[in-house]
Structure formats: C-alpha cells, structure tokens
C-alpha cells in the first residue's frame, strides 16, 4: 500500500474509533473550527463544485430519491403539528396525507404566500417549521380545501 493510501486508511480508522474526542474538541474549538472550514471552501471552491457535481450525476437516482423522502418527511411533521398528532382533515377525518394540506384558517392564504415571496409548495412547509408553526393554520384535505373556497369560509 502506498504511503498516502496508508495514511488515508489511518485517518479513516482515527475518525471511527475517536469520534467522542474529535465532537469534543470540535466544540472546543468551534470559532477556529468554523474560520477554518470557511477558508477551506473559498480556496477550493471549484474542486468542491466539480466533485459535487460529478458526485449528483453518479447517484442522481439515490441523491433525487432521498430529497424526495426528506421533503416528504417534513411535510408529515407540519402536517401533524397542525393536526395535533397523525395528519388528519379538521373537518371529515380523511386521513390519507396524500390529498391533505395546509389551511389559512382565515383565508386569503394565497396572498399572504405570495407578500413572503413565493412561498409555494415545500417552501411553504419548511417556512411553517422553520418559523416555529405559527398560529392560523389548520389541516384540511383538498375536498374540504375546495369546499371551504366555494362557500367562502363555511364548510
Ligand atoms: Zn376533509
């Protein structure tokens, strides 16, 4: 074995059987450790790019398949933050999370998505957790989404 792939092989045994005092010293040093790793990515930055890339065009089925599963699983927690436990219709039960979604309480949620930029989709579920699950919104399916539309507030 070359000394380099040696070495390698080392540091990968190093960071499997240390990992408890590298978290430790990481944390110790976090400041310098942040500064160091921001440096190291500006002076690399196309060589991390490249290899990014090249990595997401080897696994791009895997990589898609996993960010699919993420988003999804994201979506099952706002969901059932709303829904005060498994995601359900506040009005009929339906509770196949498929046709489920997020409900301005009090309407014009469209507005209020488009005045914080757009925020359609995943955007608006990540937006829902990353802001703490603000107060205002329910779990409806669409059924009861589009019902709620047509008689203008009343379900
Ligand atoms: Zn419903």
Redesign the pocket.
């Known amino acids: 074995m070359p000394r380099s792939e040696r070495r390698k092989e080392l540091d990968r045994i190093y960071r499997k059987t240390h990992r408890e005092q590298r978290r430790a010293y990481y944390w110790q040093n976090r400041e310098y450790a942040l500064k160091y790793a921001r440096a190291y990515r500006e002076k690399h930055r196309d060589e991390i790019y490249s290899k990014l890339r090249e990595r997401y065009q080897h696994n791009k089925g895997e990589i898609n398949k996993r960010a699919k599963m993420q988003r999804q699983l994201v979506r099952i927690e706002v969901l059932s933050h709303y829904a005060d436990g498994s995601p359900k219709?506040?009005?009929?039960?339906?509770c196949d999370d498929v046709v489920l979604c997020i409900d301005h309480i009090a309407g014009s949620g469209n507005q209020h998505r488009k005045l914080l930029g757009g925020l359609f989709g995943h955007r608006f579920y990540v937006w829902l957790k990353t802001n703490g699950y603000p107060e205002g919104f329910q779990v409806?399916?669409y059924?009861?989404?589009q019902r709620k539309k047509h008689y203008k507030g009343e379900v």
């Open positions: 219709c506040a009005v009929c039960n339906e409806l399916c059924n009861c989404n």
